[in-house]
């Protein structure tokens, strides 16, 4: 079984400062990460993800993570915030193994940036 | 990618009835699964629907309060029945193909029982 920790549930951060949502996970299999980010009243849209090779992903609207295996984490970068990256961010794990694709959230890191 | 749309988008509903809530995906799709999100809550998944065969549900949720239909490879269905309070969330659907390991959501259904 896997399990997400999200260690902070809101992050508020001024416009065009850097931001770092952290996410950690456990799991006794070799596991897929994701991020995702929910916007008000809206589905899920993927972030990025990691499945194997570079340990750094880039993702959309200029955001990246870093997969961390000895600190089993997956923390989510952006070097300079956006008033419209307003929005809930969830951290994600998968196994890797076929037919063990189903996803475990974590319970979501709220983002405000202020102006 | 996939798109996904899910029906209705919100519904009020009395007690003690049920809901079917409807997922439509954009093209042929392995996997599908669905999620609830209660208020100020993360995701937790119900239930994983393959085509061809029966649902299956995590801990803590039962066929007969949650029964799910996978009758073709775009198109899924969540009965939410005998709804109480509690069942006041938002219901996701999402698909995946499997192979890289990527799910796609839809926008979610809105849903509050009074």
């Known amino acids: 079984a896997q399990s997400v920790t999200q260690l902070d549930s809101q992050v508020p951060v001024f416009e065009e400062a850097p931001v770092e949502l952290r996410c950690n996970y456990s799991s006794s299999v070799s596991v897929y990460l994701f991020w995702y980010v929910q916007y008000p009243n809206q589905g899920l849209q993927l972030l990025l993800k990691?499945?194997?090779?570079?340990?750094l992903v880039k993702g959309i609207n200029g955001f990246e993570a870093e997969f961390n295996k000895s600190q089993t984490s997956f923390h989510l970068r952006k070097p300079s915030v956006h008033i419209s990256d307003t929005a809930e961010y969830f951290c994600?794990?998968?196994?890797?193994?076929?037919?063990?694709?189903?996803?475990?959230f974590g319970t979501g890191t709220r983002l405000t940036i202020i102006p | 990618s996939a798109v996904i749309s899910q029906k209705p988008s919100r519904d009020i509903c009395q007690r003690g009835t049920s809901l079917t809530i409807q997922c439509q995906v954009d093209s042929q799709v392995t996997m599908m699964f669905w999620y609830r999100q209660q208020p100020g809550q993360s995701l937790t998944l119900i239930a994983t629907?393959?085509?061809?065969?029966?649902?299956?549900?995590e801990s803590g949720f039962v066929i007969d309060k949650f029964p799910i239909s996978r009758p073709n490879l775009t198109f899924s269905t969540l009965t939410v029945s005998n709804m109480s309070p509690e069942d006041s969330s938002i219901y996701l659907c999402?698909?995946?193909?499997?192979?890289?390991?990527?799910?796609?959501f839809g926008p979610g259904t809105r849903l509050t029982v009074t």
């Open positions: 990691y499945l194997s090779g570079s340990t």
């Open positions: 994600a794990v998968s196994g890797s193994n076929f037919g063990n694709e189903k996803l475990t």
């Open positions: 629907a393959n085509q061809g065969s029966e649902a299956t549900y």
């Open positions: 999402s698909a995946g193909q499997g192979v890289s390991y990527e799910q796609y």
